[in-house]
């Protein structure tokens, strides 16, 4: 199958498997997609494990405005091919936190690059980079990943600026990536309870 018919046979799948009370629910929640098929994320990734990673299918998937699409997206590409130039494309292109969340789940944790984009991401200007940064480091503090003095100092001054302008999903995002933190560095525990109190 080539990258067209592999995208007709997902929509296809899609298709089947539409669920329209999940899809007016997150309509309704303020999930604003062109298409949303209300999948849940098990049926996702079940139709993903019916195709091997592929880049060309996986990019083509991203292109498409379609709440599922993105997500299989980054079930699908490989984390190889995938160049920290692409990773900020995607990032100007994510339509809501959820897309953001899942893409961090699915492929950017795994990047080898990860930390580093991370802190370039928890420093720009656009909500949406700062939402995939912190995301990014939660999920790699979780995993274990410490940081050197430097970058520790780096994180925390950078949580405590943002959180203070942030709200919605952003503000939960550097809120959970401190908590996480706690975890690995204990000794900072006092630092981050009090950049959460203010």
Excluded at 48 to 65: D, G, I, S, T
Excluded at 105 to 130: D, G, H, T, V
Excluded at 140 to 154: C, D, P, S, V
Aim: aromatic share 8%; charged share 25%.
């Amino acid at each position: 199958m080539n990258t067209a018919e592999e995208i007709k046979k997902i929509k296809q799948e899609l298709r089947l498997s539409m669920n329209g009370v999940a899809s007016a629910f997150m309509r309704e929640n303020g999930l604003k997609y062109k298409l949303n098929f209300g999948i849940e994320l098990p049926r996702l990734q079940n139709i993903a494990n019916e195709f091997q990673p592929n880049h060309e299918l996986a990019q083509a998937l991203w292109k498409e405005n379609i709440r599922e699409c993105k997500i299989l997206a980054g079930m699908l590409q490989p984390v190889e091919s995938f160049y920290p130039e692409i990773a900020e494309i995607w990032i100007e292109d994510m339509p809501t936190p959820e897309i953001a969340q899942l893409t961090v789940i699915n492929l950017f944790q795994k990047l080898p690059y990860a930390s580093e984009k991370a802190f370039q991401w928890i420093a720009r200007e656009e909500e949406m980079f700062q939402l995939c940064g912190y995301l990014l480091l939660a999920r790699l503090f979780m995993k274990g990943n410490t940081l050197n003095e430097r970058a520790e100092n780096e994180f925390l001054d950078q949580a405590a600026a943002n959180i203070r302008q942030a709200e919605g999903a952003l503000k939960k995002a550097i809120s959970n990536a401190l908590i996480k933190y706690e975890e690995v560095s204990p000794k900072k525990v006092e630092e981050i309870e009090e950049i959460l109190k203010n």
